[in-house]
Nanobody
Framework: QVQLVEFGGGLVQAGGSLRLSCATSGIIFSLNRMGWYRQAPGEQRELVATITSGYSTNYAASVSGRFTISRDNAKNTVYLQMNSLIPEDTAVYYC?????????WGQGTQVTVSS
């Protein structure tokens, strides 16, 4: 059974930092492209960042320079370090795993940035 479980969300003041973690099981983690997406109330889910099995990264323009995605294949875990948070970063953040045509999602973790 595939499981993606996110940790680390919460309430933070603008300018602060949070680190999200996504622990996975049931997938060959090292072969998966991992990603973080977010969805604000009334908005569509959007890409935040991805990291390939070869450690290539990609970021949304709105978070580039502030967020860093990384992975630890030994722990089957992907991380999202979020710095210089702004209220517009408030959303539910979802972990995503993709291998070929197989796509999996976590349940999401709430991040709220107060002004």
């Amino acid at each position: 059974q595939v499981q993606l479980v996110e940790f680390g969300g919460g309430l933070v003041q603008a300018g602060g930092s949070l680190r999200l973690s996504c622990a996975t099981s049931g997938i060959i983690f090292s072969l998966n492209r991992m990603g973080w997406y977010r969805q604000a109330p009334g908005e569509q889910r959007e890409l935040v960042a991805t990291i390939t099995s070869g450690y290539s990264t990609n970021y949304a323009a709105s978070v580039s320079g502030r967020f860093t995605i990384s992975r630890d294949n030994a722990k089957n875990t992907v991380y999202l370090q979020m710095n210089s948070l702004i209220p517009e970063d408030t959303a539910v953040y979802y972990c995503n795993a993709r291998e070929g045509t197989s796509v999996y999602w976590g349940q999401g973790t709430q991040v709220t940035v107060s002004s």
